[in-house]
């Protein structure tokens, strides 16, 4: 896959991150590169996470989201499945943004995986804008 058609399944995980997050993200930047500094590694938030920062600062650096493009690719069996792993991705380095830890990242994972699940089910989207 070239590196545009991966850029644009970025933009797709982007697209589908709940309204009411989506936002909430400023002064963030998605970066895509090739492979990760360290083997394994899926997307990589780098920043200040939303909670430890001052109203009163006059200007920040944007914080940025790397998506890494060889691991995902290798790790999904078609492109249905790409777009999977890399919404995960986005959600996860996402959710760092929002201050969340590791930990706390997985939990809401689960959850919003189940709730997926149910909306899918019953066809009530709306559902995650709520969230
Ligand atoms: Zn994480």
């Given at each position: 896959m070239t590196a545009r058609e991966f850029d644009r399944i970025v933009e797709r995980a982007i697209?589908?991150?709940?309204?009411?997050?989506?936002?909430?993200?400023?002064n963030l930047a998605f970066v895509v590169e090739k492979e990760p500094p360290r083997p394994g590694l899926l997307g990589l938030y780098q920043g200040r996470p939303l909670p430890l920062?001052?109203?009163?600062?006059?200007?920040?650096?944007?914080?940025t989201i790397t998506i890494y493009q060889?691991?995902?690719?290798?790790m999904a069996h078609d492109e249905d499945d790409l777009q999977r792993i890399v919404n995960d991705t986005v959600w996860h380095e996402v959710a760092h943004?929002?201050?969340?830890?590791?930990d706390e990242v997985l939990k809401a994972e689960r959850k919003r995986r189940i709730s997926q699940r149910q909306a899918l089910r019953k066809n009530q989207y709306n559902r995650e804008r709520n969230l």
């Amino acid at each position: 896959m070239t590196a545009r058609e991966f850029d644009r399944i970025v933009e797709r995980a982007i697209a589908r991150v709940p309204e009411g997050f989506r936002k909430r993200l400023k002064n963030l930047a998605f970066v895509v590169e090739k492979e990760p500094p360290r083997p394994g590694l899926l997307g990589l938030y780098q920043g200040r996470p939303l909670p430890l920062r001052s109203v009163s600062e006059p200007f920040a650096m944007p914080d940025t989201i790397t998506i890494y493009q060889g691991p995902h690719e290798r790790m999904a069996h078609d492109e249905d499945d790409l777009q999977r792993i890399v919404n995960d991705t986005v959600w996860h380095e996402v959710a760092h943004y929002f201050g969340l830890e590791e930990d706390e990242v997985l939990k809401a994972e689960r959850k919003r995986r189940i709730s997926q699940r149910q909306a899918l089910r019953k066809n009530q989207y709306n559902r995650e804008r709520n969230l």
